[in-house]
């Protein structure tokens, strides 16, 4: 069989319970409970998600139950959600039914960066203060 | 889309997977009991663990229990386990360790 397909799909009949690790782009199409890691998930019209997704990008047109953390979310019109949603961008189309609750500004992309800078003030600040004593 | 399950190269999937009617196509990594009514195993692919199904293609390693009507191991194909099958072809340059029988 030829298969040319380079998407990663859990189709519509199927059901799997487990877990889901190293999938860049997965389309879920049936029923899932699992925990997911990836850049883009999307939740086909017939697709049942349950668990925690933490993604760049989900598009909802399904159920999800569970608590999803992602930058981008779309729930479209056939989307039905409930659980958590912490986002950054949320598109929310008319007919989407959310019985969630909803977080705005996912922290933890901001979390790691606010420790970071702080360490290279200080490098740049006792650079400074050395400079200083050896000018005087 | 047909409806078929894809698991592709990369991915790690462990756990349990009913495939419904459709065709499960593995080319990445897959631990755990899968049921399905067609498996393609593809040369990337990994199977750990136990396989139930009508039809099955090996062209990847599979290690563990397989029980189908149909199956066909490709010249790709590693095996190690116990291979239940009422219809049964292996290509040569298949690797084949452990049992073959009937399915019933």
């Known amino acids: 069989m030829d298969i040319s397909k380079t998407k990663a799909v859990i189709g519509e009949g199927a059901h799997f319970s487990g877990t889901i690790s190293n999938a860049r782009s997965i389309e879920i199409n049936g029923t899932v409970e699992a925990d997911l890691e990836a850049e883009k998930v999307s939740i086909g019209p017939e697709g049942e998600f349950h668990g925690a997704i933490k993604s760049d990008l989900v598009v909802i047109s399904g159920h999800y139950n569970g608590e999803m953390h992602a930058h981008s979310v779309w729930a479209t019109e056939t989307a039905q959600i409930a659980g958590e949603v912490h986002y950054q961008s949320l598109q929310m189309d008319r007919g989407a039914a959310l019985n969630c609750r909803v977080v705005h500004n996912w922290t933890e992309d901001t979390g790691s960066s606010l420790p970071h800078a702080e360490s290279e003030d200080e490098v740049t600040e006792s650079a400074d203060a050395e400079t200083d004593e050896d000018a005087k | ?104």
């Open chain 2, 1 to 104: 889309m047909d409806g078929s399950t894809n698991i592709i190269q990369g991915m790690v999937v462990e756990g349990k997977l009913d495939g419904g009617e459709a065709p499960v196509v593995i080319s990445g990594n897959f631990s755990g009991e899968l049921n399905a009514v067609e498996v393609f195993l593809e040369e990337m692919g990994v199977f750990k663990g136990t396989l139930n199904a009508d039809r099955v293609e090996l062209a990847g390693d599979f290690n563990g229990t397989l029980t189908t009507e149909e199956l066909s191991v490709g010249s790709t194909a590693k095996v190690d386990g116990e291979l239940r099958a009422n219809s049964l072809a292996i290509e040569l340059g298949a690797e084949v360790i452990g049992s073959v029988g009937r399915k019933s």
